[in-house]
């Protein structure tokens, strides 16, 4: 966190609720067991947005706030590039306020308000732009695309993954810390196809004992910005659209899963979704017009 906070102390807890300053907020908050979560890269991540929140209005008491400082903060962020990003920082913000609220510390959360619209929920992967950056990768990144296309896990995911988390045995690979930790209150298991089993054993026999599965050309773990930046160079390189995401290889997997007539349940827990509810995001049908061709014929009989 990049602003020191002050630690709360019992004498916080008195009166003058309306004095409160940002800082005094975010401090209690982040004191609370549980509430940055249980997930290291996810707690960081809150952790640095609340910090660079305090730099900006640390100061300043709570009452006198209104939404509009929230949007206009979250607005100078030159660096959020995409509106999920904007919408998570909001979101973030929000949280420790609303936590805030509960026990009692100011009375209302001065940011009840500020909404950020939501990005797009991305697309699949073709076939074709798969082959594409499959030719284009150096081998280090090729391996990345492979586990991600034939497991359909989350880029970071693949990245935390170390040789104690795999169990090629059984086929899968289980990692504690995830996530969806905090909803589904369950390990994450991705499970292995064929493919992925071969190249998870050939990565298994290169890696240190206690290291990460995949690693970069310097044998480091993957941080999500080198990632990024390698998709964006290939992408320039192979003349292909900027909404094709990392994530797309995930798209790609639950988009195939349904198509090849899996239940529902069984695309979630393999995408490890709690539920239902995030499914469609992942199902991309509208240009696959032989499968639906297909599908009305099914249909009608």
């Not at 973030?92 to 909404?115: H, M, S």
């Not at 990692?175 to 969806?180: F, G, Q, W």
């Not at 900027?242 to 995408?271: Q, W």
Request: charged share 25%; net charge positive.
């Amino acid at each position: 966190m990049t602003a020191k906070l002050r630690p709360y102390s019992a004498a916080d807890a008195q009166p003058q609720l309306s004095a409160r300053t940002v800082r005094e907020v975010v401090t209690f908050y982040v004191k609370q067991e549980g509430a940055l979560g249980t997930h290291h890269e996810s707690r960081m991540e809150r952790l640095r947005i609340l910090g660079l929140f305090v730099d900006h209005c640390g100061d300043s008491p709570v009452d006198r706030l209104r939404p509009f400082h929230l949007t206009n903060w979250i607005g100078l962020q030159s660096n959020l590039r995409s509106r999920w990003t904007r919408k998570r920082w909001g979101g973030t913000i929000q949280v420790a306020f609303n936590a805030a609220v509960k026990l009692g510390l100011i009375d209302k959360n001065p940011f009840v308000g500020a909404t950020f619209p939501s990005g797009d929920d991305g697309r699949d992967m073709t076939d074709a732009e798969f082959g594409k950056l499959l030719k284009l990768s150096r081998p280090n990144f090729r391996r990345v695309l492979l586990f991600l296309r034939y497991t359909g896990c989350r880029p970071g995911e693949m990245r935390s993954i170390v040789i104690s988390d795999i169990d090629l045995p059984n086929r899968c690979i289980t990692l504690r810390s995830h996530k969806t930790a905090e909803k589904t209150h369950k390990p994450r298991r991705i499970i292995l196809d064929h493919t992925a089993v071969k190249l998870t054993r050939w990565l298994m026999r290169r890696a240190k004992p206690s290291g990460h599965l995949f690693v970069n050309s310097y044998g480091r773990a993957w941080s999500k910005t080198a990632l990024c930046k390698h998709l964006r160079d290939l992408r320039t390189k192979a003349g292909l659209p900027t909404d094709l995401k990392l994530y797309s290889c995930r798209h790609a997997f639950g988009t195939h899963a349904i198509m090849n007539g899996l239940p529902s349940l069984t695309v979630a827990e393999l995408l490890g979704h709690s539920g239902l509810d995030s499914i469609s995001r992942y199902v991309h049908l509208a240009n696959k017009g032989e499968h639906l061709l297909a599908a009305i014929e099914q249909a009608l009989k």
